[in-house]
């Protein structure tokens, strides 16, 4: 399921007062103000657009009909979905792991140590960087 924002015509008429805050908070930089509907796959659905619209009904969340979807529905479907898809992985034998649960207990509470190279950095370092800096 891909959720939409979505601009109804006659709402955005009749309460859209344009003060394109719903695309400055976009994150995917979407220009959200001039759209009908947002259909772009780097729409992530996290409502930053719906939230600092200051006009009531003038912008909702979609799921691709015609009615709004509240918030809480896309919440609740994704967790049905990620549990579900847990679920199955345990139910069948999928979800298995040679690491002890005591390597967990105690790289967890050390999270905050722990850090990804970026492939940018990856790249710079393949390319002959003597000393990258790992962030
Ligand atoms: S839901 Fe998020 S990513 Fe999608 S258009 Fe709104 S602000 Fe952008
Ligand atoms: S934030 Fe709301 S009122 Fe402002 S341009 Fe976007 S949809 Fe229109």
Redesign the pocket.
């Known amino acids: 399921m891909r959720a939409s924002v979505r ?1 109804a015509l006659g709402a ?1 008429r009749d ?9 400055k ?1 976009c994150p995917a930089l979407l220009p ?2 001039k759209l009908i509907t947002v259909r772009s796959p780097e729409c992530t659905a996290c409502l930053e ?1 719906v939230t ?4 009531q009904g ?2 909702w969340l979609s799921a691709g009909g015609r009615r709004p979807m509240p918030a809480w529905v896309l919440a609740a479907a994704m967790a049905v979905i990620f549990l579900g898809i847990v679920g199955y992985a345990r139910w069948t034998g999928r979800w298995a792991t040679d690491i002890p649960s005591q390597v967990y207990d105690n790289l967890i509470p050390r999270a905050g140590e722990f850090s990804h190279r970026s492939p940018f950095l990856r790249t710079f370092s393949l390319l002959g960087a003597s000393n990258p800096v790992e962030c």
């Open positions: 601009l955005r309460t859209c007062i344009d003060c394109a805050k719903c695309a908070a959200v103000d657009c600092v619209c200051p006009e003038a912008l």
